[in-house]
């Protein structure tokens, strides 16, 4: 069975940090895409940004180009979001997701992964 669990949420004024980790069990996850993903009241999840470590290929979502980075420690088994320069727009509640994707233009999107975690909230504040 395979588990993810976020955490890191929180409140924090535009122009602050937070950083999310996202802890998975249950497998090897070296192989996997692990991506976070968006969502805010009354919207579509959205991609956010995703690492494979095998490839060593890392996407964003232009919203948070240059702003949020992705990173991992497969010695942990996790994967962790930083977001830096947040805006009110980027309040939303956070997931993680997970999964074997073969093909690159499964990553982004949300219906190509099978695990997911239970999500952490982010409010950033004007």
């Known amino acids: 069975q395979v588990q993810l669990v976020e955490s890191g949420g929180g409140l924090v004024q535009a122009g602050g940090s937070l950083r999310l980790s996202c802890a998975a069990s249950g497998r090897t996850f070296s192989a996997y895409t692990m991506a976070w993903f968006r969502q805010a009241p009354g919207e579509e999840r959205e991609f956010v940004a995703s690492?494979?470590?095998?490839?060593?290929?890392?996407y964003y979502a232009n919203p948070v180009k240059g702003r949020f980075t992705i990173s991992r420690d497969n010695a942990k088994n996790t994967v962790y979001l930083q977001m830096n320069s947040l805006k009110p727009e980027d309040t939303a509640v956070y997931y993680c997701a997970a999964d074997l994707l073969p093909a690159t233009f499964q990553i982004m999107s949300a219906g190509s992964y099978n695990y997911w975690g239970q999500g952490t909230q982010v409010t950033v504040s004007s």
């Open positions: 690492s494979n470590w095998n490839s060593g290929k890392i």
